[in-house]
């Protein structure tokens, strides 16, 4: 298990000032499982991951591995980073030109500290090259290797040190799309087929929701909520989050009455009193902004059998083969609506909408 407790790290940027990169940072990933840093552009991820991997030096907080202490700032503990046994691939995963598949796989072995028979590794190397499915290509020139198999002898090479823990850093994100889909399911398997603690770094919330047992979400430095892939989604704590994971319509509104259902309430919104949900226990009087999906947003030409209806007009829709994306109005008020291709009215037809309160999700403002 890998424990992070309080983790800061700065720098110093180039007119002196230090940058908080990763504030109060803590989070535990349980032994096997994923779990996925997510965030924008310059939130902090790379920085924690490299402070995990020893590459930093925070300020303070600790980090420990199945109890092992490898940085503790009260303890006064910094374990180099090639003595704590971490596996870590890169987005712009190196791969040595000039040595063949095997001997790049082989590469930590020959540098590592502890010395070892050519036997122990061939044995070692064979076995991560098998199980990322390249032992087939151990003889061949690592430059003539398609990209996802350049992908593949990079996470092997992570994995040939049998690594307590393996970190990756965005390690998909130079391949092409279809590509990364599969790549995806290769390392979701060798994840779990090997047991594989891991921290993974993404920008991408479908990788993330795809390959997580569990999502930290961070925003400027600081993680705003840690949960399931489920979880993130459908229960987002703040409107970054909603924003952020998925896309989402958002409505100003202000809670007037509790419903007799638990954790179902009134909110009084742009487009009159909406029915919605919140985990939070919320008064009349406090202000919300309602998260809703667009696939949550239905649409009809006859009026549905739901509370929260409204008649709204096409704006405008995009065919995008599997569904379509409708921008529709009702008043001033846009919202987004995903729904099947066997709807398809022209822009301007008046059709119903309507919203399931569940889905409704009314998160306090702050
Ligand atoms: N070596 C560095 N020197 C100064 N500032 C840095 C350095 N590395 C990262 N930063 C800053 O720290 C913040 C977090 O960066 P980073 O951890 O790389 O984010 P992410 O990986 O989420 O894109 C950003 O504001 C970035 O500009
Ligand atoms: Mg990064």
Known sequence: MLKVEGLHTEYVDERGHSVKAAHNVSFEVPEGKLFTLLGPSGCGKTTTLRSIAGLEKPVSGEVSVNGRVVYSSA???FVAPNKRNFGMVFQSYAI???????????FPLKVGSRKLGKGEVHEKV??????VGLDHLADREATKLSGG????LALARALVMEPQLWLLDEPLSNLDAKLRERMRFELKRLQRDLNLTTVFVTHDQNEALAL???????????????????????????????DFVGSANFLDATVTAREEQRDYFVAQTALGPLKCYSVDPLQAGDKVVISLRPEDVHLSAAHPNMPNVWEAVVDSKI?????????????????LSRVHPSFFPADGTSVYLGMQPAKCLAIAAN
């Not at 064979?126 to 199980?131: D, F, H, I, P, Q």
């Not at 979400?217 to 705003?224: A, F, K, L, T």
């Open 75 to 77: 303890k006064g503990i």
């Open 96 to 106: 040595w030109p000039h040595m063949n598949v095997f001997q790049n796989a082989a």
């Open 126 to 131: 064979m076995r991560v090259l098998k199980a």
């Open 149 to 152: 198999q350049q992908q593949r």
């Open 212 to 242: 997580s047992h569990e999502i930290a979400v961070m925003n400027e430095g600081r993680i705003v909520q840690i949960g399931s892939p489920r979880d993130i989604y459908e229960r987002p704590h703040n409107r970054f989050v909603a």
């Open 319 to 335: 065919f995008l083969g599997d569904h379509v994306e409708f921008q529709v109005k009702i008043g001033d008020v846009v919202l």
